[in-house]
């Protein structure tokens, strides 16, 4: 009998444990339902984006992670001014730099995989981490929490705000000092690139934060904005992995690895790290700026998009497609782990009988 009455007292801690161990986090659906993106105007001095972290285009899991559905709220300056010289370098740091309008966020070139400075294009998350960039040039970094991100121009993104080899990028998201961000092309078409990689002290090209100076009345109403810098992937076009397609060193920073911007008085900064702006600041709006929200907001699903592909499979219902099983597939997830539940609080009543009854085994 010591045996029989010793395997419930083995067998529910086992089913205990594999209760709690399981996925924790939701995973977004593969068909961008669970996409959502809003802007406002919260005060007179920031502009807060609240998203989910799950992208409007497909994904695919290259690595251990997946896309964790959340609700981020991410505050910039309404009215950004920049310095001279970077004001927060990311070059021995993970984190989010910016936030796309397709709910992922700008990662910098530091690979949070080997974890070591970025001195160059060598040591960059875009050299070290391409083999585990999606079919849209993004990935997850965690499986806990919202991390979603890109280390290099968003393939699916650009195609869907119709970036072409003529004209200047279309804005594709918000640095974290407030600050635009565009795909890799600037005035008249030109891909952007770093001065010193060109061998320029001035001209058409980015500054060490990847990041340009001028007044652009044609495109914005800001003194300064950002770039993310390299070809576009044509992994969406082969509806394959971009491994092999990524930009290379001549494109470096592919985004941005510092900034140059800084928390203006009064108002409210999600990155921490961003410093205070002091008194040699220069104004990073023109005087025809005008503070809105951007109406072109949510995107729809990026119909374009190699969905097939993705991580389960399913077009949008929007893009004539069936939509995603995952709903279903979460509701007999759930199901399974309340009767499961339900079997392990069985067990546990079981144990506390078994102790009273027959006493210590």
């Not at 964790?68 to 505050?75: E, L, M």
């Not at 910039?76 to 740091?93: K, R, W």
């Not at 397709?102 to 070290?128: D, H, K, N, R, W």
Request: include cysteine; charged fraction near 10%.
């Amino acid at each position: 009998m010591t045996g029989l009455c010793t395997w419930p007292a083995l067998l529910c801690p086992l089913l205990y444990a594999l209760l709690v161990t399981g996925r924790s986090q939701p995973e977004c659906i593969g068909d961008g339902t669970d996409y959502d993106y809003i802007e406002e105007i919260t005060t007179t001095t920031e502009r807060t984006m609240i998203f989910t972290n799950c992208p409007n285009h497909p994904y695919r899991n290259l690595n251990t992670y997946w896309p964790v559905k959340g609700n981020v709220s991410f505050s910039v300056p309404l009215y950004p001014e920049y310095e001279s010289s970077a004001t927060v370098s990311f070059t021995t740091s993970v984190g989010p730099v910016g936030v796309l309008f397709s709910g992922a966020y700008v990662f910098s070139p530091y690979s949070e995989i080997v974890q070591t400075e970025v001195t160059g294009f060598s040591s960059s998350a875009v050299q070290l981490e391409k083999g585990t960039f999606d079919l849209c040039g993004c990935h997850a970094s965690s499986n806990e929490a919202p991390s979603y991100h890109c280390h290099h121009p968003p393939d699916c993104l650009l195609r869907q705000m119709n970036m072409n080899e003529s004209d200047h990028s279309p804005q594709i998201g918000w640095a974290a000092d407030g600050f635009p961000i565009y795909g890799p092309r600037g005035p008249d078409g030109t891909i952007m690139r770093t001065c010193s990689s060109q061998g320029l002290s001035s001209g058409v090209c980015t500054d060490s934060c990847g990041g340009y100076a001028a007044t652009l009345s044609t495109v914005d109403t800001y003194t300064y904005r950002y770039y993310l810098q390299g070809n576009a992937i044509s992994g969406v076009g082969t509806c394959g992995s971009p491994d092999g397609t990524v930009s290379g060193s001549e494109h470096y920073p592919q985004t941005p690895p510092c900034l140059m911007g800084c928390c203006p008085s009064g108002a409210t900064c999600s990155l921490s790290t961003l410093p205070s702006c002091g008194s040699s600041t220069t104004t990073g709006t023109t005087s025809t700026f005008s503070a809105v929200a951007l109406t072109i907001l949510p995107l729809r699903p990026a119909c374009q998009a190699c969905w097939e592909y993705g991580s389960d499979g399913a077009t949008p219902a929007f893009c004539g497609g069936r939509g995603s099983l995952a709903a279903e597939k979460a509701d007999e997830y759930s199901g399974t782990v309340r009767k499961f539940g339900s079997g392990a609080f069985l067990c546990f009543v079981w144990l506390a009988l078994h102790a009273v009854l027959h006493g210590p085994s």
